[in-house]
């Protein structure tokens, strides 16, 4: 592999010279840039592997540079340098496609890293290879998991926070582990942690650490989750359980990209992708004042949605197949062409089935059916598939009043939808509800 180049563009000749130094020690090459233009010419003249570009710069801005290498040179990374505390340019450099970003003054050691990190990009091209491979792929050949998958390797190729969304169950951990998987920060560690599985009052020193004495029961000193993902990912799941003291940490190790364990004098800098996850809304969470609105701009730069499973009823019944060959050899060792296959009125039963609990849910259920089929065919009985509400006659003599009102409410006083519902004509609907003296 040739040596490495990067095309470093800014108007500071010191900044220039700096990164160059830089970038030499490390044993990279550097070419330069002082505008937009002179950019343009040395990529012309040059094939760099990594782009530095300041976002101001005489004839233009970083962030049209990038728009440009985006176009042109989409499997360039490119960093921005930002001035110190404009996270605003930052966040919005990488919406735009920058890999990550360093502020000036620069950090050496965070400049490093980005570097490192860019560089173990080169020659990949974004596809999960098997070494990235889990347990659990994300199957589906549905149109909508077809592009969540092309939408992972584009995020992996970037150090982005990320912020995914969906149901419980539908695979947020999974998307997050394959991010981190196909990224160049692969052979670093994912750390998942659930924020709403921590007591409050001891989040803060798992997440940042402490030091000896700093509390009582504080005995020794201990290493925060950041820092045990240093190199790698760390994954917050659930991040609204996080309660707002830790919040304010949070966003200051999001922008200053270092962290101060509790009791300590000083910031200690911390290396990580930031991915985070939760299945309520966090806008709502924001307007209701239980979640910090300048951090939930911080970490919701990419959004990534997990459908819900009865939004792809076409990829039940491979996810039911794969699924129940992990099963069978997980739990009995068996071969997988020996595996009790579904019957099809069981495949029905199970893409009929709205499946509240997603992907999750559908595991529960085969492992109980394997457990309990006798034979070579999981039947619908073998499933025992929890019962769903259909419409029906009521018993006008046993219906209640307050099922009458639940329904009538949930359909949003639309009497056609509500009578339906509860088996009803429209006008008997309105005759009932008469009696009953209950009115919109």
């Not at 233009?37 to 570009?53: F, G, I, M, N, V």
């Not at 996270?87 to 735009?96: D, I, L, P, Q």
């Not at 980005?114 to 173990?120: G, H, N």
């Not at 992996?156 to 997050?176: N, Y």
Request: hydrophobic share 45%.
């Amino acid at each position: 592999m040739h040596k490495p180049l990067a095309l470093v563009v800014d108007d500071e000749a010191d900044i220039l010279d700096l990164i160059r130094i830089t970038l030499g020690r490390m044993g990279v090459a550097a070419v330069t840039a002082l505008t937009v233009a002179e950019a343009k010419r040395q990529l012309e003249r040059h094939r760099p592997d990594l782009c530095l570009t300041d976002l101001s710069l005489p004839d233009g801005s970083g962030l049209d540079l990038l728009h440009y290498l985006n176009a042109h040179y989409p499997e360039l990374p490119v960093a921005m340098i930002t001035a110190h505390g404009n996270m605003e340019s930052a966040v919005a450099a990488m919406k735009a496609g920058a890999f990550d970003f360093v502020a000036k003054p620069v950090d050496l050691a965070a400049l490093r890293n980005l570097v490192e990190s860019a560089l173990r990009l080169r020659g990949r091209t974004g596809a999960l290879d098997e070494q990235g491979a889990t347990d659990m792929p994300l199957l589906g050949d549905s149109t909508v998991m077809e592009q969540i998958r092309v939408l992972i390797a584009k995020l992996a190729r970037t150090q982005a926070p990320v912020f995914i969304t969906g149901e419980s169950g539908t695979g947020k951990e999974l998307a997050a582990r394959l991010i981190h998987a196909q990224g160049p920060r692969r052979d670093g560690p994912f750390v998942p942690v659930n924020c709403g599985a921590i007591p409050h009052d001891l989040v803060e020193s798992e997440l940042f650490g402490h030091k000896k004495g700093s509390f009582t029961g504080a005995l020794a000193d201990k290493e925060g989750l950041f820092q045990a993902a240093a190199g790698g990912t760390l994954f917050l799941d659930e991040l609204a359980d996080l309660p707002l003291p830790a919040q304010v940490k949070l966003l200051r190790a999001i922008q200053e990209k270092s962290v101060r364990p509790i009791g300590a004098a000083r910031e200690v800098p911390v290396d990580v992708r930031l991915i985070s996850a939760s299945h309520r809304d966090l806008s709502q969470e924001v307007e209701r004042g239980r979640f910090r609105r300048d951090l939930f701009y911080r970490i919701d730069v990419i959004e990534l949605r997990m459908p819900a499973l009865r939004e792809r009823p076409e990829d039940i019944q491979p996810l039911a197949v794969h699924i129940l060959q992990q099963l069978a050899q997980t739990a009995g060792g068996i071969d997988p062409a020996a595996c009790p296959t579904l019957s099809e009125a069981a495949i029905a039963a199970l893409v009929r089935y709205p499946f509240p609990g997603n992907v999750r849910e559908l595991e529960n259920i085969l492992e109980r059916a394997l457990a309990l089929c006798e034979g070579a065919c999981i039947e619908v009985a073998d499933l025992y598939l929890p019962a769903v509400e259909r419409a029906r006659t009521p018993d006008p003599g046993t219906a209640s009043t307050e099922r009458r009102e639940t329904t009538v409410d949930r359909a949003r006083w639309n009497q056609t939808v509500a009578a339906r519902a509860l088996g009803m004509t429209p006008l008997a609907l309105r005759q009932r509800l008469a009696r009953l003296g209950i009115e919109q």
